[in-house]
Each structure stands twice: as C-alpha cells, then as structure tokens.
C-alpha cells in the first residue's frame, strides 16, 4: 500500500500561512469606514470569489498530466502573449513582496539582536541572515517547509489570541453597529488581495501529487479557517475602536494594533502585535518563496525532485535580497502604485480566461470541473475588472468611488 504524499492539513496551514500577512493588523482601519457589517458581506463575496477562482485553477492543472505551474497553464491556454504578460506580472508582484519582507524581516532580526543578545547588527545583516536560514528550507523542499509552517502557525496562533484576549475586555458592542454605505466598495480591492492564495495551488499539487481532491480539501479549509481568523478580529478591532478613531488612524496611516494599543493605553497589545506580525512575515516569506521557486522551475522546464533546484532557489532569493540592501523602497512604492493590478490579474483575471479557453475552445471538459458554466466565468471577470479599474484610477488619483480624505 503507497503511502500518499503531502497532508491535507499541512496545505491547510500552507494557505492559511499564506493569506494571513502582517497587513492583517491593518485590515480594520478600512473595513471600519463602511463599517462591520457592510464590510462582512464585502468579505463573504472576496471569499466566494477567491475560492472560486482558486478552484479553476485546480481544475486547469486537471488537464495536464502532471503537475504545473501558472506558466504552463498560460501557454497552454493564452499563448505567448498571454504567457509573456504572465512572466511580467507574477515576477513583479513577488519580487516586490519579498523585498517587502526581507526587509521587514531585517528589521525583526536586528532588534532580536539588540534587545536579546545585546549585540548591534546592522539591518542588512539580518535581512542576509534571515535569507540564509529560511532560504535553505525553500531549496529543501515542500515538506520541510509544511513541517516548519506548523510551529510557525501554532505561534502565530497563540499571539492572535494573546490579542484577542488582551482586547475582547475593551469592546463596546455597540460600535460594530456603525454604517456608512457610501464607502462600501473602498475596502473590497484589499479585502480580495487578502485572500490571496492561488499562487500556492500549483505547489500543493505537485505536494499532494496531483491529487485534486485533496488539494480541494485544503482550499476549502484554509480560506476558511483564513475567513475566520479575520472575522474574530475585525469584531475585536472595530468593537475597541471608536468610528472616529477608526478615522484617524486611517489618516497617519497606523494600523488596528497600533490605534488599540494607543486608545487603550496597553503595551501588551503592542508586543502581542509585533509577535503577530513576526510569525506572519515568516509564514508569508514560506509560502511566497515556495511559490516563485516553483513558478520558476515550471517557467525554465527545470525538472526536480523533492527538493527544489537550487538555481532556481537562487533566481528566486537573490534579486530580492540585493534590492532589500540597495533600494527597498522603490519596490514599496511600485507595489503601492500597481501592485493590486497585478492581483487581480493573476489571481482573477487569468484562471478565468484560461478556464473558458480551455473549456469552449479546447473542450478540456473535466466531469468535476467546477460547476456553474459561462455565468459564473462572467461574474468572476466582471468583479475582477471592476477591482482593475477602481484600482487604476486610483493610481490616477481619479476616484470614481467615494474614498475617504487622507487629509
């Protein structure tokens, strides 16, 4: 009897790791302004949307023998053009996030350094040293990665509750009933990114071996036990916080921890915060670099075994990190200015093409492909391009949707 690879658990925890980033402390600031309840049925539809078009994706590696990655997929369905835009695209937006949290790792490192070994190290160092252990569990592959994940997500685990329970005793009920329907759609765009997990189906694929079953398992779990994390803490948050604080902190630009840990006046709720974001940057950091490895190696036809090829876990490491030392800041930036784009691009836009060219054009007909037909392909492209637009605009300092004033 074979022995089946991967764990439905483990790419639970993967997606899970995933989703949940250090900008979770920040997603009641803009949730607040609509307010709780307008902003729950934004996420039940940034869920609906995202799982479903995760679950195109697995139906796409479906038609393949083995398993692949969005490179593939592309080529198969979009050609070179579409499969050009695909290399531009995915490199940006993850070179631009790994830049994001080697340097933030950096930053953890070195006051890890100072406060606990007494010894000043300069952030760049950190960011090299960070690079240089966790690096070497990406080139070892997914189950070293899945096994590390898990005590990484049991501390992540115990500093959100720390959280919650060191603010639940500030909550004013009362304060989740506040509505302004006029800035319902301003947090939807953030609220889709923060589901952001499709980057990692490719990678539990080839984990469970092409077992889509399994891999749907996982899907369905971890965005739900995502959905759940971020529910429990918009509650917490925004029955702390007061509509006009909530505001405020939109305008400095603090996030929910911040805005608590100041309005009630509690350092716990400060380090319990920072404990938070460190474990989110290490789980996130996991999945991303993972991903683009595999991305990668599915783009330069490198085949690999277990582990993973170790040029490509150069190709995917390297150029981040001597952008982390020389210049952060311009990825910061990019990633402000296009980031969301690029998002709903590869993560909306792109497994809804594919799944209609392969299904009408190709007759790639799988009997549990996902149901619901052309409708819900439209629905799904029409979503995603109203989030291109409204983000595009945006970047155009053109809002057609109302926006609350940052000054």
């Not at 195109?56 to 198969?76: A, Q, R, T, Y």
């Not at 603090?254 to 350092?267: C, K, Y």
């Not at 783009?299 to 150069?314: A, I, Q, S, W, Y």
């Not at 409708?375 to 057609?400: G, K, S």
């Amino acid at each position: 009897m074979s022995v089946r690879k991967g764990s439905v658990f483990g790419g639970t925890l993967l997606i899970t790791g995933s989703c949940i980033g250090a900008g979770m402390l920040g997603l009641p600031i803009l949730t607040g302004i609509p307010g709780f309840f307008p902003s729950f049925a934004m996420f039940v539809i940034a869920w609906a949307f995202m799982l479903t078009t995760a679950l195109l994706m697995v139906e796409i590696m479906g038609w393949f023998k083995k398993p692949v990655n969005l490179i593939s997929m592309v080529d198969l369905t979009l050609g070179p053009i579409g499969r050009a835009f695909c290399w531009i695209l995915y490199l940006f937006l993850f070179y631009a996030l790994l830049v994001a949290y080697m340097s933030a790792s950096g930053n953890h490192m070195s006051l890890f350094a100072e406060r606990v070994l007494n010894f000043p190290l300069p952030n760049w160092a950190g960011s090299l040293i960070f690079v240089l252990l966790f690096g070497w569990v990406i080139y070892l592959g997914t189950k070293p990665v899945d096994m590390l994940n898990r005590y990484l997500m049991v501390g992540k685990i115990i500093a959100f509750v720390l959280l919650v329970i060191l603010g639940i005793r500030y909550l004013v009920p009362h304060y989740l009933l506040h509505v302004d329907p006029k800035y319902l759609l301003f947090p939807f765009p953030i609220l889709i990114i923060s589901f952001g997990f499709q980057n990692m189906v490719p990678v539990l694929m080839k984990y469970m071996d092409g077992d889509r079953k399994r891999v749907r398992r996982s899907i369905y779990y971890g965005s739900l036990f995502t959905f759940g994390i971020y529910l429990i803490w918009e509650v917490v948050a925004l029955g702390i916080l007061p509509v006009n604080q909530i505001f405020h902190s939109f305008k400095i630009d603090i996030d929910a921890a911040q805005a608590i840990r100041e309005f009630v006046g509690s350092n716990f709720i400060g380090f319990s915060a920072q404990g938070l974001a460190f474990f989110a940057i290490l789980t996130s950091f996991l999945a991303q670099a993972l991903s683009i490895t595999n991305f990668l190696s599915d783009g330069f036809k490198v085949k690999h075994g277990d582990r993973e090829n170790p040029g490509m876990c150069l190709l995917a490491l390297l150029p981040p990190l001597i952008f982390s030392f020389i210049y952060p800041e311009i990825f910061f930036k990019a990633l402000n200015f296009a980031g969301g784009i690029c998002a709903v691009t590869i993560f909306g836009i792109l497994p809804a093409l594919m799944t209609w060219v392969g299904r009408y054009q190709k007759k790639h007909l799988l009997p549990d492909r996902v149901p619901g037909g052309r409708p819900l392909l439209i629905v799904i492209l029409l979503i995603a391009a109203f989030i291109f637009f409204d983000q595009l605009t945006t970047m155009l300092n053109f809002n057609v949707f109302p926006k609350p004033f940052t000054s």
